[in-house]
Nanobody, 114 residues
């Protein structure tokens, strides 16, 4: 079992920045890829960014150059640094850990006002 706890969301004006954190606990030895997903009202959940244990990353096209995913394997934490936020980035953001089965955090709201 893996537990994921997210923090760092909130309300920000367009053009601003936020940093999301996701701390993993439990069977952390089994975690491979960690990722951030988001789900806006009325839309499907989408992958925002992911990162392997060795630091290889992948991003949704619309966040390239604005968001950065990073990972601290000592603290068992994954981060999402979000810059130049846009109103369309408004969503509930979910942390995900792939540990044979996929585990999800509880979700955290990010709201970007225009």
């Amino acid at each position: 079992q893996v537990q994921l706890v997210e923090s760092g969301g909130g309300l920000v004006q367009a053009g601003g920045s936020l940093r999301l954190s996701c701390a993993a606990s439990g069977s952390i030895w089994s975690i491979g890829v960690m990722a951030w997903y988001r789900q806006a009202p009325g839309k499907e959940r989408e992958l925002v960014a992911d990162i392997t244990r060795t630091g290889s990353t992948k991003y949704l096209d619309s966040v390239l150059g604005r968001f950065t995913i990073s990972r601290d394997n000592v603290k068992n934490t994954v981060y999402l640094h979000m810059n130049r936020l846009r109103p369309e980035d408004t969503a509930v953001y979910y942390c995900n850990a792939d540990a044979i089965v996929k585990y999800w955090g509880q979700g955290i709201q990010v709201t970007v006002s225009s």
